[in-house]
C-alpha cells in the first residue's frame, strides 16, 4: 500500500452518472508543511554498487511530491501501492535533477543523482504521538535510542503492504538484535485506526515486538514529510538520516545499508550493542484462550460443523454448531508444514470453504490454498509455492496455469461454486479462480490496480478483496480498502458492478441506500469501513462492518443497507456488542460471526435479534511458545 495522501489520492467514478466523488476530510494532510527540510544522505556502500534511496534536497519533499508524484505512487496516484514496481513504474524513476534518486526493490539504477553537498540532517524527535505501545513510554532518538541503528516504519494497520514487510522487518530484527531498533509510526487512514486499542490488538494479531507509536494526527508524518505507506526511514547510531525508501520488497536493501551502518559505527566507536528489552503487549494478553484472533468462520448446516480459521493461533478448529469440540489442525506454530492434523502448519489461516469431508483454507501468511481431508485428518498444500508472488505480470495471465507453479498474494477468503474455488486475492486486488479438476489456477476477475471502477471482469479494479459471497448467479465481495460491496457475475461474462462505496478515502458509518443516481443526493449514500466479511441469505448480504465493529445487511431488492446489531445498544458505558469482526457466516436461521478482536464467536438470531458468545467446549488454547514468557527482572 504505498499510499499518498489522500487528497493527492483521486477516486476513480464508479460507471454511473455521478462525477468522481472528493476524498473526504477524514484523512492525511495532502501536502506536509516544510517545517523541517531534510536532505537525506546518501548511505556508504562502498563496493557493494547498491545505492541507497537518497534524497538530496534543500526544500523537504513537496520538490518530489510536487514534480514527481506519478513516479511515487501508482497511476491512480494512489499512495497504497500494491507491489515495488507500482512506486516506480517500469523500473526507471523519473529523476528530479539534483535531488532525488530511486532504487527499485534493491537494484541499482544508472542514473544516480550526486549530492551537491553532503551535510549531516539530525532526524526529528517522535514528537506528537498520542500514545506509545510494546514500549514502557515515549523514547528519544537523542536519549534512549542513541548508539542505535534506527529503522523507523510508517504504517498503517489496515494496508496489505504493510502487513506483507512484517516478516522482513523481523529478520532485520533477529539479525541485528544488539544494533537495530525499529520504530512502528503508526500513521492511520481509517477513523478506526486512530484508537490506541486497535493498534494495540493489531500488534498482537501482527505479532509485532518492537515499539509502536500511535501517530493519530500524523504529526510524525508530517514531520519527515513522509507521502506513502509503508515507507521505512533509517537512522544511524549518532541521530542522522541516511535515507527513506518506501513499498514491499525492500529486505536486500534495508539489510545491507544497516550491515554497512553495523561496520563503520564499529569503527568510529559510536555503536551501542547492547541490547534493549522492551515492554511488549503480548506480556499482557499471551494468547492462552480458546481462540486468539479468529478470522473466519464457516458454518456448515449440511454437516452440522464449525470450522474457525483462529489465525492466530495458526490453525483450524473444528467444533459442531453448539460449539462442541470436534477435530484441531494445525500444531499452533506458524509454519508451513503438510501431514496429519497434529503435525501440520499454517500461518494466520483466513478464509474457508467445504465440500463433504473436503475443507480448503486460504493460508494467507503462507500465501497457498490448503486442503484438509477431514476423514483422514490430513493437510496438504494445493496452489501456491509459499512464496509471495512479487512479479506484477502474474496478476496479468491471460489463462490458468498449474496450481504448484505460480505464488500468490495473501488469499484472504474463498468460496466454492462447482468445481470453481473462488479467491479473494487480497494482495493482487483481484479474484482468482482454482479448478478442482484441473487442478489450475488465475485470475477471474479484476486488473491488479487497486481503487473502485466498474467494468469488463479483467478491466474492473478492486482494492484488497477481503469476503466472498454467492446467490449462485453472482459473487459478492467485501472490498475492504474502498469500504465497498460489489458484485462479479459468475460464468465468465459479464461486468463488475458496485452496490456501495465510491473511493479509498471515502468511508463512515451511515445507513441508507448504496449508489445514488442523482448527484444531489449524493449525501444520502450509505457508508461502511473497512468491511472484512460478507455472507449470503434468502437476498440478503450480511456484512461484518469490521471497522464500525457491527452486523449490517444489504438488501439486494431495495439496495439498502441497515445496522443488524452492533456498537454501544445502552450508551457508551455499555460493552461493545463486536470489537472488529472480521468473518460471517450463515446457517439454520442464525449469523456466525467471528468476533477478531475480542477472541471468540457470536451468534446472532436471525428472528430474535439477539446475539450470543458461541459457548466452546473442549477447545484449548495451543501450547504457549517458550520465548512468549516475559523477561526475568
Not at 489520492?9 to 462525477?19: G, W, Y
Not at 541507497?52 to 499512495?79: R, Y
Amino acid at each position: 500500500m504505498s499510499e499518498p495522501t489522500p487528497a493527492d489520492a483521486a477516486t476513480p467514478p464508479v460507471s454511473t452518472s455521478l462525477p468522481a466523488t472528493s476524498p473526504t476530510p477524514n484523512t492525511l494532510v495532502a501536502t506536509p508543511s516544510p517545517r523541517f527540510a531534510w536532505p537525506l544522505i546518501a548511505a556508504l556502500l562502498l563496493g557493494v554498487g547498491l545505492p541507497f534511496v537518497v534524497l538530496l534536497m534543500s526544500g523537504g519533499l513537496n520538490k518530489v511530491t510536487s514534480a514527481g508524484k506519478k513516479d511515487l505512487t501508482n497511476e491512480q496516484g494512489n499512495p497504497q501501492a500494491s507491489q515495488p514496481d507500482a512506486t516506480i513504474r517500469n523500473g526507471s524513476p523519473k529523476l528530479i535533477k539534483g535531488t532525488a534518486a530511486w532504487l527499485n526493490n534493491g537494484n541499482p539504477h544508472a542514473q544516480v543523482a550526486q549530492p551537491e553537498e553532503k551535510k549531516k540532517v539530525p532526524a526529528p524527535e517522535l514528537e506528537g504521538g498520542v500514545a506509545w505501545l510494546n514500549s514502557g513510554g515515549p523514547l528519544s532518538i537523542k536519549k534512549d535510542l542513541k548508539g542505535k541503528i534506527v529503522l523507523l516504519d510508517f504504517w498503517t494497520l489496515c494496508c496489505i503492504n504493510c502487513m506483507h514487510i512484517m516478516p522482513d522487518l523481523a529478520k532485520l530484527e533477529k539479525k541485528y538484535a544488539n544494533e537495530l531498533v525499529v520504530i512502528g509510526v503508526h500513521s492511520a487512514k481509517f477513523e478506526n485506526e486512530k484508537e490506541t486499542n486497535s493498534i494495540r490488538k493489531a500488534i498482537l494479531r501482527y505479532q509485532l515486538e518492537h515499539p509502536v507509536v500511535n501517530d493519530a494526527d500524523h504529526k510524525i508524518w508530517d514531520t519527515y514529510e513522509v507521502t506513502a505507506w509503508p515507507t521505512f526511514v533509517l537512522i544511524d547510531p549518532e541521530g542522522n538520516i541516511v535515507g527513506y525508501t518506501s513499498s514491499e520488497g525492500q529486505y536486500e536493501l534495508l539489510d545491507t545499508i544497516i550491515g554497512r551502518l553495523v561496520e563503520e559505527h564499529k569503527k568510529k566507536k559510536t555503536l551501542n550493542e547492547k541490547p534493549i528489552r522492551f515492554d511488549l503487549a503480548k506480556y499482557r494478553e499471551s494468547g492462552d484462550t480458546p481462540l486468539f484472533f479468529p478470522g473466519k468462520v464457516l458454518a456448515d448446516e449440511k454437516g452440522k460443523r464449525l470450522f474457525i480459521a483462529d489465525s492466530t493461533h495458526h490453525r483450524i478448529v473444528i467444533t459442531d454448531l453448539n460449539g462442541k469440540w470436534i477435530a484441531t489442525a494445525g500444531t499452533g506454530t506458524p509454519g508451513k508444514a503438510d501431514g496429519d492434523f497434529d503435525m501440520a502448519e499454517f500461518h494466520d489461516p483466513q478464509g474457508l470453504a467445504v465440500r463433504d469431508d473436503t475443507l480448503y483454507v486460504a493460508d494467507r501468511k503462507n500465501h497457498t490454498i490448503r486442503e484438509l481431508d477431514l476423514k483422514a485428518k490430513t493437510v496438504r498444500t494445493i496452489a501456491g509455492t509459499g512464496e509471495q508472488e512479487g512479479d506484477a505480470s502474474n496478476r496479468r495471465l491471460n489463462k490458468p496455469v498449474p496450481a504448484r507453479t505460480i505464488g500468490l498474494n495473501s488469499p484472504w477468503d474463498l468460496l466454492l461454486e462447482g468445481d470453481q474455488l473462488f479467491i479473494a486475492m487480497a494482495g493482487h486486488h483481484q479474484i482468482w479462480t482454482y479448478d478442482l479438476k484441473k487442478k489450475d489456477i488465475g485470475p477471474y476477475a479484476g486488473s491488479g490496480q487497486e481503487n473502485i471502477r466498474e467494468g469488463p471482469l479483467a478491466f474492473a479494479w478492486f482494492a484488497q478483496p477481503s469476503g466472498l459471497a454467492s446467490d449462485g448467479k453472482n459473487l459478492y465481495v467485501a472490498d475492504s480498502e474502498v469500504s465497498a460491496l460489489r458484485k462479479v457475475p459468475l460464468g465468465g461474462q459479464g461486468r463488475v458492478e458496485t452496490l456501495l462505496g465510491r473511493g479509498l478515502f471515502v468511508f463512515g458509518d451511515v445507513d441508507g441506500p448504496g449508489l445514488v443516481d442523482d448527484p444531489t443526493k449524493i449525501d444520502t449514500e450509505a457508508r461502511i469501513q473497512h468491511a472484512l466479511g460478507v455472507t449470503y441469505h434468502d437476498g440478503k448480504l450480511y456484512v461484518a462492518d469490521t471497522y464500525n465493529s457491527k452486523i449490517k445487511v444489504f438488501d439486494l431488492k431495495e439496495q439498502k443497507i441497515t445496522t443488524l446489531a452492533g456498537g454501544n445498544p445502552l450508551g457508551w458505558f455499555s460493552p461493545t456488542t463486536f470489537s472488529e469482526p472480521g468473518g460471517i457466516s450463515y446457517a439454520g436461521g442464525k449469523l456466525y460471526v467471528a468476533d477478531t478482536n475480542a477472541h471468540r464467536i457470536r451468534v446472532v438470531d436471525l428472528a430474535t435479534r439477539t446475539v450470543k458468545t458461541l459457548a466452546l467446549t473442549g477447545v484449548t488454547p495451543p501450547p504457549a511458545p517458550k520465548e512468549a514468557a516475559p523477561p526475568k527482572k
